[in-house]
């Protein structure tokens, strides 16, 4: 099939589950997959927040998880321009609030392991040395996928670092005064 064109000659380097679970950097494609994939799993965190959130009817809960999603899509932002501090504040908030504020169940472990893999393929990503014949990926401008994971990021990021700070801020003090207040109702 190779020799006459019809098989696909190059290899992958990982399947899609380890890709995903544990990534691994060894070309400038695993690069932006890397990147890619994390920026998709933090705009998924941060959506089905916002549409469970939905489900209370409470405008207060919509209002703090409307704030908490724009956090998780700031940080997809950060993660796809490769910030370590974006990557690990989504698993850093997402974390904590399942420790403390709403415990664990199979979908929050299943965003962990993803967001900590997520942490990790950014990690690797400030180490990787790109080789001179390593051609860099090509950043699409097709549809609205490409647009929203490709171009948008790379103008959001430079002034949304900035509200993601706040944001980072705004989330831990909202964390402490839920932690205050499940502390005292258990007094």
């Known amino acids: 099939m190779q020799q ?4 696909d ?20 494609v695993d690069l932006d997959t890397v990147t890619t994939q994390g920026f998709w799993i933090c705009l998924l965190v941060g959506c089905v927040g916002l549409a469970l959130s939905f489900t209370t009817g ?8 409307a704030t908490q ?19 690990v504040g989504a698993f850093a908030a997402y974390l904590l609030g399942s420790v403390l504020l709403q415990g664990f169940g199979v979908v929050r472990l299943i965003f962990l392991a993803l967001l900590l893999a997520n942490v990790r393929g950014i990690w690797l990503s400030a180490r ?11 950043r699409l401008n097709e549809n ?4 929203l994971a490709d171009q948008w990021p790379a103008a959001i990021w430079p002034w949304g670092q900035y509200v993601f700070c706040v ?6 003090v909202l964390l402490l005064l839920g932690v205050l207040a499940g502390a005292l109702a258990l007094n």
């Open 4 to 7: 006459l064109g019809l098989a």
């Open 9 to 28: 000659s190059t290899t992958k380097t990982d399947n899609r589950l380890k890709a995903l679970l544990w990534p691994t950097i060894r070309t400038r």
């Open 58 to 65: 409470n405008p207060v809960v919509i209002f703090l998880t």
């Open 69 to 87: 999603s724009a956090f998780y899509v700031l940080a997809g932002f950060g993660v796809r321009m490769q910030s370590r501090g974006a990557a």
């Open 128 to 138: 990787f040395q790109p080789s001179e014949s390593d051609p860099p990926p090509i």
């Open 144 to 147: 609205w996928r490409d647009k």
């Open 167 to 172: 944001l980072v801020g705004l989330w831990l």
